[in-house]
Antibody, heavy 121, light 108 residues
């Protein structure tokens, strides 16, 4: 079955860096675009970044442009999010999600369990 | 950016009730509207895609409708496991798929 497992979260000081990973299994990872979505404590869902199946296209929400980098290693079935210059407002649970794009269908059909990033001095 | 507005923000209901949650887009998004359910401490789960298509394995008491700017999620007869937070998501603006702020459904 499809599984997405995030890791790499933790407590980090403002201005520091952190790399999140999302290990995928149960499907052909190299055929799917992938997203990162975050959720601040007690808040809603915010889309963060997208990478298409072969890294040809990458997109970011404005608030992380120039600070976060999304990339993937299809040989390892793993998605990454490298976060630089972290801010207190980046504190959130970070989820990876699979992009389902098929005819009129565009959604996130599988999600990981999330990894908590806390930015605090 | 397309803004998504859900109403109400919270809702109290009883088992067996019929409930409706509304989502409005700031511009027309055709049928590119999805609904997710999130229970406390867990990841969101896809319920409805393309405004009205039921994801595999989701009970038929969940129904989505609408097109353009106005959409609804209806739960025909609430079950105890349905008490959760529900989010709509537009998928018109590829790939920046923004979410509504959520509707928390609580037990009355």
């Amino acid at each position: 079955q499809v599984q997405l497992v995030e890791s790499g979260g933790g407590v980090v000081q403002p201005g520091r860096s952190l790399r999140l990973s999302c290990a995928a299994s149960g499907f052909t990872f190299s055929s799917y675009g992938m997203h990162w979505v975050r959720q601040a404590p007690g808040k809603g869902l915010d889309w963060v970044a997208f990478i298409d199946y072969d890294e040809g296209k990458k997109y970011y929400v404005d608030s992380v442009k120039g600070r976060f980098i999304i990339y993937r290693d299809n040989s390892k079935n793993t998605l990454y999010l490298h976060m630089n210059s972290l801010r207190v407002e980046d504190t959130a649970v970070y989820y990876c999600a699979r992009d389902q794009y098929y005819y009129d269908r565009r959604d996130f059909d599988y999600w990981g369990l999330g990894t908590l990033v806390t930015v605090s001095s | 950016d397309i803004q998504m507005t859900q109403s109400p923000s919270s809702l109290s209901a009883s088992v067996g009730d019929r409930v409706t949650i509304t989502c409005r887009a700031s511009q027309s998004i055709n049928i590119y509207l999805n609904w997710y359910q999130q229970k406390a401490g867990t990841a969101p789960k896809l319920l409805i895609y393309s405004a009205s298509s039921l994801e595999s394995g989701v009970p038929s008491r969940f129904r989505g409708s609408g097109s353009g700017t106005d959409f609804t999620l209806t739960i025909s007869s609430l079950q105890p496991e349905d008490f959760a937070t529900y989010f709509c998501q537009q998928s018109y603006s590829i790939p920046r798929y923004t979410f509504g702020q959520g509707t928390k459904l609580e037990i009355k």
